[in-house]
């Protein structure tokens, strides 16, 4: 993918050495639909790093000041979506650096750059019922909720085995919503620059 700059990060494609930073927040993912992604110690996370180095879809989330990886974004990448010009997006940061704005600064990028740069029509997240902090991204990045898939998906299981269903709110925003509401969603959160304004490449 593209390397995009925002005001504080950096986003790039991973690479070798990162797995220490990937490991500190996949070591004990907190959301339930990336329970799945959980690495058992650093070797297996040099591996996942391998894996998404190969991944277009895949954004490493860096500081600018230090190029520490501080979490991550997916989106775009070859997908199961049936219409190639939609895809879902997704975001997992480090516990650590949350409430500071990172993961809107990011998304807010990565949507701008699939939107603007890959031409994407439309975008969607999924995203569980008790996941507020996402919930709220949704929302900020002026995403709409369309709807709540009841018992949708299970991540858990329960004390006796038994699959815990968890009920998955779908948002989703199109291309001509995402370039008449960019200004807006910079605007009411005080940020400087419009959507895509302040988003620059340096080739893949
Ligand atoms: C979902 C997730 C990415 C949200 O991260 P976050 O840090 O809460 O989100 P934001 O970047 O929007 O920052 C939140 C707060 O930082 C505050 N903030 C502090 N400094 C800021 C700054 N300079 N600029 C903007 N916001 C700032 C804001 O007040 C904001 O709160 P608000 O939304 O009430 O206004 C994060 O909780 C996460 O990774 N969770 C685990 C993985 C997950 O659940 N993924 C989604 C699965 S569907």
């Known amino acids: 993918m593209q390397i995009i700059e925002t005001d504080r990060l950096i986003l790039r494609p991973f690479r ?7 490991f500190a927040y996949l070591r004990a993912p907190t959301a339930t639909c990336f329970l799945s992604l959980k690495l058992a110690d650093l070797a297996e ?9 190969l991944d277009e879809g895949s954004v490493a989330i860096c500081l600018k000041q230090t190029g520490q990886v501080i ?5 775009g990448g070859a997908g199961e979506d049936e219409d190639a010009a939609t895809t879902s997006v997704g975001w997992n940061l480090n516990p650590q650096f949350g409430g500071q704005g990172y993961a809107f600064e990011a998304a807010r990028a990565l949507l701008d750059h699939l939107f603007r740069a890959k031409g994407f029509r439309r975008l969607y997240a999924y995203v569980e019922d008790h996941n507020k902090p996402s919930q709220r991204l949704c929302e900020k990045l002026c995403m709409r909720r369309e709807g709540v ?3 949708f998906v299970s991540f858990t299981k329960d004390d006796a085995g038994n699959p815990i269903y968890e009920n998955t709110m779908q948002y989703a925003i199109l ?12 605007q009411s959160l005080g940020m400087t620059g419009v959507a895509g304004a302040e988003t620059s490449g340096s080739g893949a």
């Open 45 to 53: 996370a040099e591996i996942e790093v391998k894996k998404r180095a």
């Open 149 to 151: 898939f009841v018992e």
């Open 71 to 75: 979490g991550d974004l997916f989106g």
């Open 16 to 22: 070798e050495g990162d797995a220490v930073d990937l």
């Open 175 to 186: 291309r001509r919503e995402w370039m008449s509401d960019a200004v807006a969603i910079g």
